[in-house]
C-alpha cells in the first residue's frame, strides 16, 4: 500500500451499511413476495391448508355431524372451532393464503408483461462478427448476388405464413452509414429469432393461474349446492326450506331460485342377475315449470338434469319403508315412509324409527335394518341376497324413553341418541328383536302397542349444484395447460447469415445458429435456410468465411461466450 493512503477496512473501522427505511423495506417485501420461490412456497402452503377440510367435518356441508364432533370432543372440539377447522375454506388464515398467492401472481404478471411486449416490438439482435464458436455452423458459395442471398433466407426464416412467421427476421447492409446507399460490393446480414411464443405460453399460463383462483374464489361466493330425498310419487320444490341440506355461499340471494317443481313419478333399478353389480339407474321425473307448463324427463347417473339454472344429479337412492305404529290405546302414533341407508351391495339398510307422541308419554325409538329379500340362514338369523324387494322385512329392537328431540341440539335423523332410552327385553332379559315382514303386524313389548310393515317404496337422493363460474373454471385450466405445453416444447433459436461478394459473380455465404438449451434441430434448421439459397456452386464453400466475416459497429463477439449478453439485451428477465 503506498504510504499515507489509510485502509479504513484495514484499520478495522467498523461497516456501516444504509439504512433500508420504510420504502426500502416495503420494496424488499414486494420482490420478495413476487418471486418464484414465495409464490411456490404460498402454492404448496394453499394445499396443505386443505387437507383440515377433508380431515374435519366442514360446517357448511354437515352442520349435524359438527355439532355431534362438539359434544363428543368437548377438550378439542371448541379449540378447533376458535381455529376454523370447521369452515376452512371461509377461515382467515386459508383466505389469507389465497390472497397473497393472488398477489404474488399479478405481481409477477403485469412486470413479465411489459418486458415481453418491450421485447418483442424490439429488433433481433445483430449479426456477431465470428461465427466459429457457436453450436451450429455453415457457409456456401453462391453465383446469386448479396442482396438476392439474403433476401431468399428472410423468405426462408420467415415461413409460408405472413400473418404467422416462423421468424422475426432483419436485414440489412453492413457496415454503411445510416442513409448511405448500398453499393454492389455490400456485405449484406440477416439476423432471425424465434421462441418468443415460449414466453407467451408462460404468461398464458401465469394469467390462466390467475383467471381459476378469480372463477374459484367467485364461484364459491355465489355457488349455492342443495340435497333432498325424494320418494317415488312425492316431489320438493325448488325453495330453502325444502332441501334437506343447503349450502351456499355468501352472496347467494334465496329469492334468485327458479320456483320450479319436480315430482318422482318413478325409479328404476337393474343389476346384474350372477353377480349383482348394479347396472343401471334411471329416476323418471316430472318438471313443473313458475309458468304452469309441465315436462317429463329423466335422470341417470352422469346424465343429469337442468332445469332452473342448475344440474340436478342422481346422488344415491333406496328404500324407505312405510310404517305405522299404534299405542296401546289403538291411536296412530305414526305413520310414514323412513328412507334406510343401504349398507352393502345387496342394499342391507340400516334406519331408525323415532315416534315421539305416543300416548304412554314413553317416546319409541326402533332401530335396525331393512332386508330386501330376506333369507334365514340359521336359527334367527336372516340376510338379504338380492337387493331387489322380493322378500323384504324388517329387523328391529326396540327402544323407549326420551328421544333427544326438545334438547335444542340437532340430530342425526339416522342414528338414535341412546342415553335417554332403555332397550325393550323379554322375560329372560334378552334384548327383544321384531322380524316383521311386508304386510304383516306384530306386537310392540311392554305395551307400546302395535307395528305395522305397510309397503317399500323407494327414493332417490338428488343433489342440485349451481355454479355460474364452471365454464371459466374449464377455460382457465385449459388455457393453462396450452399455455404449459407452449412454454415446455417451443424452442428458442437466433439465426445469423453473412453474404459477402468474394469477386465477380459470386458470393461468399457464412451462417451460424444458436439456441436456448439442448436442441438437435438447431443444425438442420440452419442447413434448410442454407439450401434455399439460390445458385450455390458445389464443393466450393469456403470455411474460412466461418471465422471471420467483417467487422461492423456494436457488433459482439460470436460464439458461445456472447450468448448471455446477446440474451440478455433482447429477452425479458425470467420471473418464475
Known sequence: MPD?????FLAGAPVVLPRLGAVGWLRWVWRQLTSMRVALMLLMLLAVAAVPGSVYPQRPADPTVVAQYLVDHPGAGPWLDRLGMFDVYSSVWFSSIYLLLFVSLIGCILPRTRAYLSAVRARPPRTPRRFDRFPAQGALTTTAGAREVADAAAVALRGRLRWLPRFRVDVRAEGLLVGADPGAGTTWVVSAERGYLREAGNLAFHLALLGLLVAVGTGQFLHYRGQALVLEGRGFANAVVDYDTFDSGA??????????????????????????????FEADVTVREPDGSTSADSIRVNHPLDVGGAKIYLQGNGYAPEVTMRDAAGEVAFAGAVPFLPQD??????????????STGAQVGLVGYLLPTAVESGSGLWRSVNPQPNAPMLVLSVWSGDLGLDDGVPQNV????????TQEVDDAGAPVTLYVAAGETVELPGGLGTLTFDDLPRYVALDLRHDPTLAYVLASALIALAGLAISLFTPRRRVWLRATPAGPGRTQVTAAALARGDDLGLQAELDAVLAAIPGPVPGAADDSGAQDGGAQDGD??????????EESATEPKAGR
Open 345 to 358: 351391495d345387496v342394499y342391507t339398510s340400516r334406519g331408525v324409527i323415532k315416534v315421539p307422541d305416543v
Open 556 to 565: 459482439v463477439n460470436g460464439g458461445a461466450s456472447s450468448r448471455s449478453r
Open 4 to 8: 499515507g493512503v489509510d485502509d479504513a
Open 251 to 280: 352472496g347467494f340471494d334465496p329469492a334468485s331460485l327458479v320456483p320450479f317443481t319436480l315430482t318422482l313419478d318413478a325409479f328404476t333399478a337393474s343389476f346384474d342377475p350372477e353377480t349383482l353389480a348394479a347396472r343401471f
Open 414 to 421: 339416522y342414528q338414535l341418541d341412546e342415553s335417554a332410552m
